[in-house]
């Protein structure tokens, strides 16, 4: 059996070391802290259907701005699972307010509610941008992220190789 080799500036092995810079470098395992929040968003939004295309928190006041892309999932869920209000079933766009207050119960579990008037939902086409005031979470941006399809195999094929059985 062959001992690690231990590396005295982190005292961690030096193959643990390699393994979390390649996957550092992937990007698929390591976010900031500062991006907790806009994380959490970009879940709970994707658990119903919706495609988050970025999810921002402004740097001077407690505005948050997410795009997001509606797919047939998403409408189906917010148009047919949920029941729509009484007070909603007259609105030109029903999927707009349904849309907002399916933002309101994710704030609402995450935190401190969004006050009706302080939230706006545009629509152009299948995108829809979301606006609002929400005291909690740090300025950034998250962005989608584009998968490389083989990136992460040519990384982590030399590793492999070497710590084989």
């Not at 070391?17 to 992937?26: H, P």
């Not at 959490?40 to 997001?68: A, F, M, N």
């Not at 299948?126 to 083989?150: H, I, M, N, Q, T």
Request: hydrophobic share 40%.
């Amino acid at each position: 059996m062959k001992w690690p080799v231990i590396s005295t500036a982190s005292l961690k092995p030096v193959k643990e070391i390699f393994l979390q810079r390649i996957l550092r470098r992937c990007g698929a395992y390591y976010h900031s802290g500062d991006l907790f929040y806009q994380e959490l968003w970009k879940q709970r939004l994707h658990q119903t259907g919706l495609r988050v295309i970025s999810v921002e928190r402004l740097p001077y006041h407690h505005v948050w701005d997410i795009r997001l892309y509606c797919t047939l999932t998403a409408q189906t869920y917010l148009l047919v699972s949920k029941p729509v209000p009484k007070q909603y079933a007259s609105a030109k766009e029903v999927l707009l307010k349904q849309l907002q207050s399916e933002i309101q119960q994710i704030a609402q579990d995450l935190g401190p509610p969004i006050k009706s008037d302080c939230i706006s939902v545009a629509r152009t086409g299948a995108y829809f941008r979301v606006s609002f005031l929400w005291p909690v979470g740090r300025p950034g941006r998250l962005l989608k992220k584009e998968k490389r399809a083989e990136a992460f195999s040519f990384l982590i094929r030399p590793w492999v190789r070497r710590n084989r059985n």
